[in-house]
Structure formats: structure tokens, C-alpha cells
């Protein structure tokens, strides 16, 4: 069974950076969007950036001008870039893949906590 293998979270300092990425475990097909959505200690998880198969993206409105998204579509590879980086960018960072044919169906990573304290 296809997982989604997040890396690069960890401990950074307030205005540092931090890259994220995810890649399905296996082959996988009609990848629809790839994204990344956060959930913060007592909050509902949120979407933090998405990036759809035409390349559309869209981002919170708490992470434009400091996150950018990006792929690699031959490696089914989705990033995070995160700069500026806050202590309200705390949380689980989870990575999201979307596929579809005729349906659709959800991916998601087991999540990679960032952490922003100093």
C-alpha cells in the first residue's frame, strides 16, 4: 500500500527557514493536487499551501509571501518552503496528495512536527 514519506521537520529558530518534502512510498497515478496542511496544538488542522496539477496554487493567508509550494511531478515529490518562520508555524505538518480518475482519493503523510522556539 502506497504511503506518503514526509522529511525535514524538526527544531528551527524564529526568521529561520525550513524545507519539507513528501513522496509516495510506491508508484502513484492522476495525481490531482499535492499539499501540505498543518494542524497546531488544540486547533483544527488548516490548509497551509496547495499546488494542483495545472499549477495553481493557493496558500493561507497567515503563510503567502513567507511559504512557497513547489513539485516535482516525475518524482511525485511535493515541497515546503518555509522562511520567516514563526512560533504561530508550530504544528504537525502533514502531506496531502490528492488522485483522480472518474473518483477521487485522499493521501496523507503521518505528519512531521515543526517546531519554532528559541
Known amino acids: 500500500q502506497v504511503q506518503l514519506v514526509e522529511s525535514g521537520g524538526g527544531l528551527v529558530q524564529p526568521g529561520g527557514s525550513r524545507r519539507l518534502s513528501c513522496a509516495p512510498s510506491g508508484s502513484i497515478f492522476n495525481i490531482n493536487a499535492m499539499g501540505w496542511y498543518r494542524q497546531a496544538p488544540g486547533k483544527e488542522r488548516e490548509l497551509v499551501a496547495i499546488?494542483?496539477?495545472?499549477?495553481?496554487?493557493n496558500y493561507a493567508d497567515s503563510v503567502k509571501g513567507r511559504f512557497a509550494i513547489s513539485r516535482d511531478n516525475a518524482k511525485s515529490t511535493v515541497y515546503l518552503q518555509m522562511n520567516s518562520l514563526k512560533s504561530e508555524d508550530t504544528a504537525e505538518y502533514y502531506c496531502?496528495?490528492?488522485?483522480?480518475?472518474?473518483?477521487?482519493?485522499?493521501?496523507w503523510g503521518k505528519g512531521t512536527l515543526v517546531a519554532v522556539s528559541s
Open positions: 496531502y496528495i490528492r488522485t483522480r480518475t472518474i473518483n477521487y482519493r485522499d493521501y
Open positions: 499546488i494542483s496539477s495545472s499549477g495553481n496554487t
